[in-house]
């Protein structure tokens, strides 16, 4: 379903033979509705990404995101290749840019995927302002960037749904479109410059593990999950040692990969593993749908609990130690250690860290939001911001007392210390699950641990000193 809004008189006849797609975080050729629709409405188009310097100003320009970015740029333009066409690549603000390249082109219409940021939906406005201005038309096109569009699901008494569990009944209920295949043909106006794309290799600062990116990888590791991974995802996604989840999420930020796809795929499959899977697709959407309608939630809470966090010297010494893998907690700095050299984290580790600050150092959810958005290669403003505000108590959760004792998490989720051992190198000589305790270790085997830290906090002081009633899980 696309939207489409014009104003303003051309200032004379142009035959709508010519056509613009802007790509922003739909970087993949199949089941992408704005080139389909461009397609069917022009004989040539303009495939085109603007590096905006407004995203680098705003922080979320990281060099994780920006290596797999140019890996999913350069493997679009393969993607449009095959087809006989190419990308073009700006750089500039994306308004301007994007009505340049209508104007050089003499292209009638622009056609975009709906966005879900207030940033998104900015750009949109301006977009169509300036086009209108032009005698230009923009196409804004829903269930591209989310399987189920922010706004069709609401609650009887209108408004948005605050709360998963009845979000996922009404969003499991929703009919999705069928995907679309990829066109055979492309064909792009020869004339229009294009900038470099920039090669992996040029960024700096990158996560050494980082996975790589791009349309063919995505699908590759979709059809072996498919295959291999999610049968079983129900009983084993939060198996730390195991690795067992789809690590599709960059795929699904960046849009390579398409969620509606995703999920009609795990559908066909089938089984429990299947819906769980898709459960976690829907959280995505439920986040983007907040998103959509708080845009402040980037920055603000949800729901504020009036929660003083501790600041000053002390603070920032303990969110440093957490930041660096070195709480003295084993499954704490793993956790950490893994998002440094990959970029990314396994999704209880994420769950954990994240309490572990707020909860237990009782440091504000934004510092440790700042700092995953600094390192993840999926890092995005709904996912990343909403499930810290979840995990800290100030989001939607129903439980906001909740506390994730790493103790318990780490004995439940890697009982016998692999997920530890391989990314705590200084414990990796400690047996089984006295790995989790190495300050309870002989001294002797304590002394083998090499510089490995003493806790920064006494966990039961800690839990008692600020927990406030919360409920320990």
């Known amino acids: 379903m696309s939207r489409s809004t014009a104003s303003g008189a051309a200032s004379g006849p142009r035959p709508p033979r010519r056509a613009v797609v802007l790509f ?63 990308l073009v690549l700006r750089e500039g603000g994306t308004v301007a840019e994007v009505r340049a390249v209508a104007r050089e082109t003499e292209a009638a219409d622009v056609h975009v995927a709906a966005g879900c940021s207030g940033f998104a939906l900015r750009r949109e406005e301006r977009l169509r302002h300036a ?118 999420s960059p795929h699904l930020h960046f849009g390579t990969l398409s969620p509606v796809e995703a999920v009609r795929r795990a559908l066909a499959k089938g089984g429990d593993g299947a819906e769980a899977f898709v459960r976690q697709v829907c959280w995505r959407d439920f986040n983007y749908q907040l998103l959509a309608v708080r845009p402040a939630v980037a920055s603000a809470d949800y729901r504020t609990r009036q929660d003083r966090w501790r600041t000053g010297a002390g603070a920032e010494a303990d969110a440093e130690a957490w930041r660096q893998g070195r709480t003295g907690y084993p499954v704490v700095d793993a956790a950490m250690r893994q998002l440094r050299a990959e970029g990314w984290m396994h999704n209880r580790g994420r769950l954990l860290t994240a309490s572990f600050l707020t909860k237990t150092l009782y440091v ?46 780490a004995k439940r989720y890697d009982p016998d210390g692999d997920y530890v051992r391989r990314w705590v190198p200084e414990l990796a000589k400690v047996a089984g699950a006295a790995v989790h305790e190495p300050w309870k270790l002989p001294e002797r085997e304590r002394a083998a641990c090499g510089d490995y830290p003493e806790p920064i906090v006494q966990l039961a002081d800690g839990l008692a000193r600020f927990r406030r009633a919360r409920d320990l899980d």
């Open 364 to 409: 504000d959810w934004r510092v440790g939001a700042r700092h995953f958005l600094d390192l993840l290669v999926d890092g995005d403003i709904a996912n990343n911001q909403l499930n810290w505000q979840w995990v800290a108590g100030t989001g939607t959760d129903s439980r906001p007392n909740r506390v994730l004792n790493p103790l318990l998490q």
């Open 131 to 248: 086009l209108g201005e032009d005698g230009r038309t923009l196409h804004v096109h829903d269930a591209v960037v989310t399987a189920v569009p922010p706004g069709r699901i609401t609650p009887q008494n209108s408004g948005h749904f605050a709360v998963f569990t009845p979000y996922f009944r009404r969003w499991r209920q929703e009919g999705l479109r069928d995907p679309l295949p990829a066109p055979r043909t492309v064909r792009v106006p020869e004339a229009v410059r294009s900038a470099r794309i920039e090669p992996r290799s040029a960024v700096r600062g990158v996560s050494p593990d980082l996975a790589a990116g791009g349309e063919e990888e995505a699908r590759r590791l979709l059809s072996a999950w498919l295959r291999r991974g999610v049968e079983a995802y129900d009983e084993r996604h939060d198996d730390m040692p195991g690795d067992a989840t789809s690590r599709l």
């Open 24 to 86: 922003t975080s739909d970087l993949r050729v199949h089941d992408h509705p704005p080139l389909r629709a461009a397609l069917e409405g022009a004989q040539e188009v303009v495939p085109l990404f603007v590096r905006d310097p407004a995203v680098d100003a705003a922080g979320f320009a990281a060099p994780n995101r920006r290596a797999f970015l140019a890996d999913c740029l350069a493997a679009l333009d393969a993607g449009l290749r095959e087809r006989g066409g190419r």
